[in-house]
């Protein structure tokens, strides 16, 4: 048996059913939507707040002493090129980024193994690492103090130096300056 239905208005739908007539609001998704269209028709008057004036970024505390005890391990075993990139306030993945060179695979595998135990010797848990296989590139994550030890070749390829540090950015700022003043190339010739 067929019903026959029919909208009214103020979405509601009548079903005739063998004469007898019955009402029902339309799906409550319809009745949000015209809900929401009769709202929006109304005239609001928007009140405009001014946003409150930003505080100054807390000075981050940072606990150098993780820092220390992997710059001396690295001292200790002849690191070539040391250099400490500091995250604090740039990243929220460590504290400070070490970037050294060792200067052949051997190396930098005992170093990276020294380094890990030296920072336990200290009390510091829940270091990995990553790379020991081939020793071209191992990273010790130490939470706080993140060590990338590197063969030469492998550090001048990659330059996480340059991708980290704050003196890159402003040198690559200039760079882009004076590549815009900078005249083409075939406009020189002729």
Same mark, same amino acid.
Request: glycine fraction near 6%.
């Given at each position: 048996?067929? /019903?026959?239905?029919?909208t009214l208005?103020?979405g509601?739908?009548?079903?005739? *059913?063998?004469?007898r007539?019955?009402?029902? !609001?339309?799906?409550?998704?319809?009745?949000?939507s015209?809900?929401?269209?009769?709202? #929006?028709?109304?005239?609001?008057?928007?009140?405009?707040?001014?946003? +409150? %004036?930003?505080a %100054?970024?807390?000075?981050?505390k940072?606990d150098?002493?993780?820092l220390?005890?992997a710059?001396?391990?690295?001292?200790?075993?002849?690191?070539?090129?040391?250099? *400490?990139?500091p995250l604090?306030?740039?990243?929220?993945?460590?504290?400070?980024?070490?970037? /050294?060179?060792?200067? $052949?695979?051997?190396?930098?595998?005992?170093m990276?193994? @020294?380094?890990?135990?030296?920072?336990?010797? +200290?009390?510091?848990?829940?270091? *990995?690492?990553?790379?020991? %296989?081939?020793?071209?590139?191992?990273?010790v994550? +130490?939470?706080d103090?993140?060590? @990338? #030890?590197?063969? !030469?070749?492998?550090?001048?390829?990659?330059?996480?130096?340059?991708?980290? $540090?704050a003196e890159? +950015?402003?040198?690559?700022g200039?760079?882009?300056?004076d590549? =815009?003043?900078?005249? =083409? !190339?075939d406009?020189?010739?002729?």
């Amino acid at each position: 048996m067929r /019903a026959n239905t029919k909208t009214l208005t103020k979405g509601k739908t009548k079903t005739l *059913t063998k004469g007898r007539a019955t009402t029902r !609001p339309k799906s409550p998704a319809k009745s949000r939507s015209l809900a929401r269209s009769k709202t #929006l028709r109304s005239p609001v008057v928007a009140k405009t707040r001014k946003a +409150a %004036p930003r505080a %100054p970024a807390p000075a981050v505390k940072v606990d150098r002493r993780m820092l220390d005890v992997a710059l001396k391990s690295l001292d200790d075993d002849q690191a070539v090129d040391v250099s *400490t990139i500091p995250l604090a306030g740039k990243s929220s993945i460590a504290d400070f980024m070490v970037v /050294a060179s060792g200067r $052949s695979q051997r190396q930098v595998g005992a170093m990276a193994d @020294h380094l890990v135990q030296r920072l336990k010797a +200290a009390g510091y848990r829940g270091i *990995t690492i990553e790379g020991m %296989p081939q020793c071209d590139w191992v990273l010790v994550d +130490a939470g706080d103090v993140i060590v @990338h #030890l590197f063969r !030469p070749e492998v550090r001048s390829f990659y330059g996480l130096e340059k991708m980290w $540090s704050a003196e890159f +950015a402003e040198q690559r700022g200039q760079d882009d300056r004076d590549d =815009e003043l900078a005249p =083409e !190339p075939d406009a020189a010739i002729g």
